[in-house]
Every structure is written in structure tokens, then in C-alpha cells.
């Protein structure tokens, strides 16, 4: 049973505090905003009225929205000095530049940081069966393990540097908006010759691309429901953004995020960017002269 | 038990014979080369000495390798004049616009043509578990469904229009070609960090991506085994080009098949057109500066 | 003083075959349609009613509307067997393919081609201010040399080859339609920030861009005349696509001419095939999700 | 006669004062490295020990390196409270988002800023012959005006709000890139037909495209001459990504930067960053498959 911090407790955290509860650790937990906290509370988490005070237990997890936040609330924020925390497990979605920086500045101050982004929604890590991207380096990796297992269908780990998780959490995101639009792109493609859209989710889903992403995102396409928006078209962009400046510090083009890229900035500007990403059926019918949504 | 014609026996068309036979059916067989012949003959088929004897059945199959091959041994090719075929079952990846070119000439000769293009390989189809697309007009889909279920796992119908069932089969093509494309960009962008692709790879259809394509060409990739080809770099590109005709032909842009198709013809440039389409892994390696095979 | 058939009397043949009058030669003519040949018959030139008659000088020149038209008259015509011409000299800007495929089959007949596309408008042949683009075996280009001086402000030769001077007008065309299309991108951001499109179009011909090409599109684009068109986007889309199938002969990949094209095809989608291709500016400013025109 | 301030005595700024002197302006220079001011104190400017002596001028020209420079030295370092500045001049290529920023902080101290970026490498600033692209409030510039023009062949007027001028320096920057990369690839395109470039080149530039443009890049392609640069790759992906980030800032997606970055960014990962961005010839001979220098 460890003792641990837990750093942002939105529709992803939530569910995970749950499950460290259940697995019998004492989580003391911290969000941006009250009610999240006293929710938790009452169901057996130490509320922390300061985040440092959560950042005091000696295994701190956290999930924040972006690199900014992580940055502001964590790195500029002071508590990485003269803290008893021992690791922190960071399981956002941020920049693999931002990796690589909180790892050093961590370590300076004697910190185990360990980047652990995982794939799942709400409903996922709720049931335990996130996939969790572990890298950093051994020790602190030793520390992170066991209050990850809890929240785990399967931890796969990518060695020593923090940002190749990242990198591969970018990754995935960013063959999952190249899914998202070429589907897109190929029911504008049967739609033109009369073929209805739902017909041919149906048929993709059964053979040659089982599993969630066709079968999801082309139902959203075929019924023309964007809203409420499962994800929006604002955050995917600013996952293929993620993806373009990952591949960038390292002078790699990716061809197809930049083509992403322009797909999503044309539904921002159709004002889409609260709508489902999978409202770039939306842009592709436009561009084929079909009437919108 | 249906009296069948059957042109062409490649990969494609001799497990389908096999099947037709073992389901009781009377099968006349053409092919180009007379081998493929002698060879179901043993087997109980009926040899063709001329593409006119196969074509003389009521129920017709072919399966060609493109629109050259079908409009000179079929509709250049005095057939349609003088048959007894009542119906004309197509098989084959053609092109939306021969689909309906062919509709039209065989109508003026009094005979149905079926649409009928299959999603799987050689050994699904020796299974008779294909997907196979299906349009044309009622009466002509009547006679062709009966022939057509020892070869299928699901026949999927799309309508009157023959071009249809083309459409559906070429954006499936064009589908397959940029999840091809994307994981070859996905690997790259992780190698760049140092990841290895094949954790890439088990990551990926563990996870989002189930079913073969993710795992079989990100396989390939990972291992840079391009030779034997599965399927060539140089079909791909026919592919893609089936897929950018039948857009164009509707006046709508595939943005994405334009990348995968710049992408497979720097593959040819390169002077890989004979290996496996997964070689576009070797062309973002390449574009990112690693050494490629 | 020579002996000269010409074919095709439209936009630009007629200018052509003044220029040649003015120059003292004897000129027979055909067009497709009979007013022209009536019209020129009257300012001194020889009628021809059939094609063979304008065929049979010891030089011809052509300049029809594309391949097809070239096929139809010249190549399948029967033109090439029993006729006095010894060198036809092709102004139209056909496929590097065709240009190849023309001077085999002119060869085998024993007479020259000359491959020589032009560069400029209608009042710039009436001028005899046409940069003419030749390529051809020696001996047929020093026949056609003196025939076309009275057309040109300079004659480029490009060796014995013909496709090359095609090739090289296609690329020339190419960039024409990029500088288009980028030219449309750069106006949709700086109008994005407010800036009136007609001081941009200034500011870039007064300066890095001077000459006929960014000031003539920019303008219409600012002033958003799209007809009468002086170029339609249809015949647009056909330049660009000469591009994309002389390149891809060469198994070479032109990115540009891929986005050119799709926004060319974006623009068709529109409705807008008539219009003066500058039209490009419409849809960049539509998918700025600005109101377009 | 005006008592100028001028900070940044690099290629374009060092002329730039000796115009100013010429014309009769007293001017105190700072320069990060010490023999620059030397330089210009020698030819009768006021050498300044420290950035903020030269801030301290009524009427301030700044041509810094980038927006981190003009950040650092300027924004956040306290020049701007407590000086007898009242306007201060941007010569530089600053992003349009930098522009805003610095306006809204320059008047909050009661400073005027205006946007004032050039058209023109440092031979044209040295015959005071730069475009100067203008944006400001109208006293601000009324104060510009004067010390600008003995830089300017013309001075252009964008309005009040300083990041227009920006925007329009970075539009004719992305006019620009593109017209490389277009050139690039056309020239790939006649170089696979076996013509020589350099004849394209003239060809070009002597007939739809003349001015510097295509002239000299193409002239540095047809020669394969990238060393000593010019401009640098590394300069032009900058360039570029000034021309994303201004578009993205207003949900504008431009397909054509998207494209010349990824062709930069493969010549960056090629390890050509330090030569002339003409280099991106050899991205596109390299696709084509040719041996590139």
C-alpha cells in the first residue's frame, strides 16, 4: 500500500483516484477546482487544500490539460524544491520537449520523473484497462509500477528517456487523426456515387479495419452527429500540433499531420471547433460540393 | 447447380473455381495461359479452348487483371454479340468508370453485368470467406447471388448502379493505402526518439488498431521485409490511381490519396516498385535522413 | 518563300497564320469548322476542305485543342501514309507521351516532327512575339526554323528529342498554376489580418514579383472577376494534370501540382469550371471560412 | 534633422545607419558585439555602451534577430519605462502575433510602435532603395515617416494596426518560399525529360517570370551552388513557420507552406541547414531519384 499524491481529477483522474482506492493505496488528491476534490473525499481520498500538499506524498501522479499547465502549476511552481516526494508519475498528454525538460529539472532536485501517458478513455481507465506508456529511468520506473497496475490492462515501457513515451503517445494520437480524416476523405468518396456512408462504416468495421476508431468515428460520420463532441475538433488539433512539433525537433516531416493540420484549421474556421473531430466528414463534403452540416 | 463460365485463373481465380465445384457447380474454364486450365480440368472443371466457350455459359465470372484486360478480351472482344450468357459476374478491381461503361454495352446486347469486387486475399478466398460488393440491376443480382455465395462470407449489395460496388471497393483501396502510409510516418516519427518499431507495431494493434492491416504492414516495416511482396508498390500505385480517377471523375479531391500517391512514386523513383507497398516506411526513413534498406 | 499547310484556326491559329501571310508564304488552310478558313481565305490564304489538302504541303503546321484531337485528325486520320508533307511542326501543347508516340509514327513514314509549343496569348502571336519551345530531329527543325520566325520573339531549341520542348512547356505551365494557387493563399492571410488585397498585389509586383503573372491573377483576385474567364479552371485542372502524367511517366512525384490540383478540383466542385482559374482565390478565402463569391 | 536611436547593426542594419547619416540624422547605435558600433562611430554615429542609451532617443529603429531577441533586449528588458523614447520603429521580420503584443505593452508606457518591415537584401538598404511595408498609429508613423525615408524607394501604408505590416512581410516571404520550392520541382520535372536547367531557368525568367525570383534561385539550382548561402534553409523554415503561425493564429490553413515545410524540414534532416534554401532542388532531384550534390 503506497502513499500517493494525485494532481488533477478530471474525466480521466477521477476514475483512476477510484481505482487506487479500491487497490487499497491512500491517495491525496488535488484539482484546480473544489468539488472534485470533496467528491473524492467522501468516497476515502485525503483532500489537499494546496497542491503542494499533495505533492508531499513520496509516489505523486498527475494528469493536467497541456504543457502549459504542467509547467505552471509544477515546474514554475516551486514544488520541486524541498519536497518528500520521491517520483512523479506525469500521465498526460504532453509534448515530448516538455519530457525531456521536466525530467532534467526533476532530477536537480533529486526527483524520479517518470512520463506515463496513457490510451483509453473514461470508461477505460474506470475498468482498469488503460494501456500505460511508461519511460524514465529504472528506479523511479520501480517506484511508478505498482501504483500503476491498478489502472493497467498492460504497462509497456520504452526505456530510460521520459519524452520516448511521449513520442509514442503522440504517435498513436497521430495515426488516429489520420484514421479519422481518411475516412472521411473515402465516404466523400463513396457518397459521391450514391453510396450511403452508414453502409460503408459497416462494411469497413467487419473486415478490413475492426476495433473502435472506423467503426466509431465513421458512425459519427455517417449520422452527422458532432455534438456533444466525444472529442473535439480544438484539442485534435492540438494533438496533431503535438505530433508536428515532435517530429520537427527532430527535422522529421510528417506529410500527413501537416495535411491533418489543414483539414482541422478549415473546420475551425467553418466555427466547428466545438464539434466531434470526426466533423472533418463535414469539411471533406464541403469540399466535394455536398451540403453541410 | 448452376452451368458457370469462369475467365481468368490467377491467384484470385483458382481457389474461387475450387470452390464453385465443391459446391456442386458445373464450371467452364478460360485463361490467358493454359496451364491454370489443364489444372482445375483434373479437378473437374470444364476446359475452355476459347475465352468465347467460357463467356457461352448463362452465368459468367470474371476476374481480369485491370480495365485494359477486360475491355480487350471482353468488351472489344465480339463477345457480347451472339451469347447465350444471360449474366456477366465482374470480379474484378476495375476502375467506377469502366463499371459503367461495361453496364451500358452489355445492357445493348441484352445481357445483365454484375459489379461484383472482393475484399480478401488467395486464402480467404479458399475458404469462401470473402467480402464480396455487389450492384447491378435486380434481376441480373438475382441470377449472380447464388453463384456468388461459395465464395463469400457476407455479399454486401450497394444497388443498381454497377459503378457502386467499384466505388466501395476502390475507397477501401484507398483506405488501406494511407493507414499503410501513416504507420510508415507513425514509425518514423518514434524511431526518431529511438523507439523500436515493433513495440510501435504490438502497441498499435493491441490497442486502437486491431485486425491485420496495422499489425501485418507495420510488421513488415518493423522487419523491413519488403521481399516477396504481398502486394507491390507498383499495384498500390494502380490503386491509388483507381481511387484519384473515380474521385476526380465527380470533380472531388482525395488530398490524402495525392500524398500516398507522391509518396509511392518516390518508392518507384527509388526503384522499388516490385517490393511490398510497406516500403513507404523506407521512403519516411529516408525523408527523415536514416539510413534506409 | 515556302509552301505551308496549317491546321486549326482558333484563338491562336488565326493570329499565327496572318503573321505567316505577312511573311510572304503561301498558306493552305482547314479548321474543324468552315467560317475561319472562309475568313482567312479572304485575307489571301488557300481554302482546304478536307484535312488531307492542308496536309499535303512540304510543311504543316498544327494546332489543335489536345491529344485527343491530334489522335482523331492526324495520327488515326490516315493522314500519315501517301502525302507530300515532309516536316509537321505541332504548336499545341500536347502530353510529353504524345509528342514521343508522334514522332515514331511520323518517322515510320519517313516524315519529320517537330515538337513546338508556344508560350504566350493571342495578342502576342498576332505580335510575332511568341517565345516558341522546339525540339525535333536536326533536319526537320532547320525546315520548320524559317516558318516560325515570323512568330517568335525567340525560338528555344531543346535537342532532338520533341517531348522535351513539351515537357518543358507543361513545367512552365506548372509553375504558372503554382504561382496562381500560392498567390490565392497569400491573399487569404493577409486579408485575414485585414489588409485589402489589391495593396498586397501592388506591393509583390512593385517588388520581388514584377512581370505579367502575379500582377494579371492578383488583380482579378482582388477584384474578384472571375468571367469572362481569360484561362478556366477546367482547362486549368487539364494543364496541371499534363504535368502530373509527364512527371509521373518518370515515376516522379510533383507535390505542387498534387495541392494545385485539389484545389483546382475543390473549385470545379464549386461550380466554378467556367470561371478565369484565378477563381483559386474563392476557395482559399472559402476555407478561411470567409463569404466567397 | 532628428536624434534617432538605431539597436542591431547586422547585415541590413549597418547600411541602414549609413543612410541615415548621409542624410543628415544624428544617430546613437548599439550592437550586441562591441565592433559594429565601433564601426559606425568611426563614420560619425554615437556609439551607446548600453542598449538603453540608445533606447533613450526620441525616435528608436530596431533591427533584431527574431522575436526572442526582440523580447529579451526590448519587451522584458525594462526599456521601455522611464525613457525619453516616443516611438519606437521594428525593422524586423517579427511575427504578426509578436507585433500585437508589443504595440498594446509600447503604449501602455506611452510609446508609440510602429511595424516596419523591408522588402530588400543589404545592397538595395545600402542605395536606400528598401520597400518599407508601414503599420501603425497615424502620429506614430507621422513620426516614422521622415527617418524612414531615406531607406525607402517606397514607403507602403497598411493602417493602424502594426501586425498587418508584419503579416504582409510574411506573406511575401511565403510568396517567395513557394516560388523556390515550385521551381525546384519544375525544374525536377524538365530534368527528368533530359533538358538542361539552366536553359529552363533562362527561359523562364525571360518570358513569364522575370525580376530576381526565379532568375536567382534557379540560377543556384541549374548550378547546384548552395554555399556560402544566400538566405539559409535553417533562415527559410523560420521564414515559413512565420507564415503557419501567423495563419494559424486566424484558424487559416495554408496548404502550400504546409507543403514547403516539409520539403525544408527533409532538407534539414539531410544536413543541409546551413546552405542556401535554393538547396530544396536537391530535396526534389533526391525524390526523383538522381544522385544530388
Chains 1, 2, 3, 4 share one sequence.
Not at 498527475?62 to 509547467?71: E, F, K, T
Not at 516551486?78 to 526533476?106: F, K, M
Not at 510528417?254 to 463535414?282: C, F, H, I, N, Y
Request: hydrophobic residues 50%; negative net charge.
Amino acid at each position: 500500500m503506497s502513499d500517493i499524491g494525485f494532481i488533477g481529477l478530471g474525466t480521466m483522474g477521477k476514475p483512476m483516484v477510484r481505482r487506487l482506492l479500491a487497490a487499497g493505496h491512500r491517495v491525496t488528491v488535488w484539482n484546480r477546482s473544489r468539488p472534485a476534490v470533496d467528491e473524492l473525499a467522501a468516497e476515502g481520498a485525503e483532500p489537499a487544500d494546496e497542491l503542494a500538499q499533495a505533492f508531499a506524498r513520496p509516489v505523486v501522479l498527475s494528469i493536467l490539460a497541456d504543457d502549459a499547465a504542467v509547467r505552471e502549476r509544477i515546474l514554475d511552481g516551486g514544488l520541486l524544491e524541498d519536497t518528500a516526494c520521491r517520483v512523479h508519475v506525469n500521465l498526460a498528454t504532453v509534448s515530448a520537449g516538455l519530457a525531456a525538460e521536466a525530467a532534467e529539472r526533476h532530477a536537480a532536485h533529486g526527483i524520479g520523473y517518470v512520463a506515463a501517458p496513457v490510451l483509453g478513455r473514461a470508461e477505460v481507465a474506470a475498468a482498469g484497462r488503460l494501456n500505460v506508456l511508461v519511460a524514465g529511468a529504472p528506479a523511479a520506473v520501480g517506484l511508478a509500477r505498482p501504483v500503476l497496475e491498478p489502472l493497467a490492462a498492460r504497462i509497456w515501457t520504452f526505456g530510460e528517456d521520459p519524452s520516448r513515451a511521449n513520442a509514442v503517445k503522440i504517435a498513436v494520437n497521430f495515426l488516429l487523426a489520420s484514421a479519422i480524416e481518411t475516412t472521411a476523405e473515402a465516404i466523400s468518396l463513396v457518397e459521391s456515387y450514391g453510396v450511403e456512408a452508414g453502409q460503408f462504416v459497416e462494411l469497413i468495421s467487419n473486415s478490413l479495419f475492426p476495433g473502435p476508431v472506423y467503426a466509431t468515428y465513421g458512425g459519427l460520420m455517417a449520422g452527422q452527429r458532432y455534438e456533444p463532441a466525444g472529442f473535439t475538433t480544438r484539442l485534435g488539433l492540438k494533438d496533431v500540433r503535438l505530433a508536428q512539433s515532435a517530429a520537427h525537433a527532430r527535422n522529421l516531416a510528417l506529410p500527413a499531420a501537416s495535411l491533418v493540420q489543414d483539414a482541422l484549421l478549415e473546420a475551425m474556421a467553418a466555427g466547428w471547433s466545438e464539434r466531434d473531430w470526426a466533423t472533418l466528414a463535414e469539411v471533406a463534403r464541403r469540399r466535394a460540393g455536398a451540403v453541410t452540416r
